[in-house]
């Protein structure tokens, strides 16, 4: 067969390296670029889906702080308010039971009145009948005299009546 | 003592006057390495890498997309393939020297096809930025008369990327024989002069044994990966100037 003489040219030889490059760069790209390419894109949306995940995260936690924070304010407002409440309540429960007390007593105070006028009329009837009694009593036995007892007993009581008014 | 520097050597045949040589088959031969290669490389990606393969393959696609993209810019990003496939069959072909293998890169036609290719490339992007009547025009610019000259410079261009891939590459194989026939005749004065020629110890070249290694590291190794990214260089600053690119 023989060789190629040391610089030859052959056109079909030239044709063979062109597609032999042209091919190559076809299969590179298939093979290596290609593939390699992929993966290095979906790294890198896997990093920006992670970056984006933390600034979520972080937004997250900001605002949950935020939340919490108002939270916390409000709810120190609440027990002020609720103290607050709860004193007013407090304060008009004490009055009340002061009131009804004083009501209590003024009550008593007027039933126990009441108690005694009635037994001072009791006591003064009572010593009315005794005097009238031991009038007439003596009246009887001084006078020794038959008296009617009954008219004798009206006048007394009219001058103990009298007597008790002036 | 003659030294005999020859071109590839044909194999077979094909109908319509085409040869197949030892250019042709070493350079499918590397292909389908780096095919081979490129597909055990990108085996199993994972989005966190755990092999080290994939850590190599991301450094390989990072690095050309980079060179692309630094040396033409970003809009370029879909020719890192290309500037792959001709940085890699390019250095390959040249380092398939080592194995003993004829290298497809110390045939002109295997150069002159590549430069052909980023010819087209150029022209096409010529064409398309400035429109095929202004790059018709360009021929004649500045003076008609300059018309010829414009033309020869326009072809310059492949045939300069050809000729300097094609010639390195080649220097490296002369050199190379030439240091091997000349180590061969310092080992048959050697042996002459220790009256051992003529018994069996005169078949083992001796000075021949780890000499030239050292001077292939530089004429395959160090050559054939610099002709690889010179030629890569090339092809993108003419492709970006062609597509008036600036930076």
Known sequence: ?166 | MSIDISGAKILFELPLGITITETQVNSWIVMIVITLVCIWLTRGLKVRPESKRQVVAEYIVKTVKKLVSDNMSERFGFFAPFIGAALSLSALSSLSGLLTMFPPTADLNTTLGWSLVVFVIITYYKIKTDGMWNYLKGYTKPVFILTPINIIGEIATPLSMAFRHFGNIVSGVVVSALIYSALAAASGVLYGALGLSGTFISDIMVLQIGLPAIFSIYFDVFSGCLQAFIFSMLTMVYVKMGAGVED
Not at chain 1, 77 to 101: F, T, Y
Not at chain 1, 110 to 118: C, T
């Open chain 1, 1 to 166: 067969m023989g060789n190629l003489d040391f610089i030859s040219i052959d056109f079909w030889h030239i044709l063979i390296a062109m597609m032999n490059l042209i091919i190559l760069a076809f299969i590179l790209k298939k093979f290596l670029f290609k593939p390699v390419n992929d993966i290095l894109r979906k790294r890198q949306e896997e990093v920006d889906k992670i970056y984006t995940d933390a600034d979520q995260a972080l937004k997250k936690a900001e605002a949950d702080r935020a939340f919490y924070e108002d939270k916390m304010k409000n709810a120190e407002k609440e027990a002020d308010n609720l103290i607050k409440a709860a004193s007013v309540r407090a304060g008009e429960r004490s009055d009340e039971i002061i009131n009804n007390a004083r009501q209590e007593a003024v009550h008593m105070i007027s039933r126990a009145e009441d108690d005694i006028a009635l037994k001072r009329k009791k006591a003064v009837d009572g010593m009315k009948d005794d005097i009238s009694d031991m009038v007439i009593d003596l009246a009887g036995k001084v006078v020794d005299k038959e008296i009617d007892q009954e008219i004798h007993e009206n006048l007394i009581e009219e001058a103990i009546e009298n007597l008790g008014e002036k």
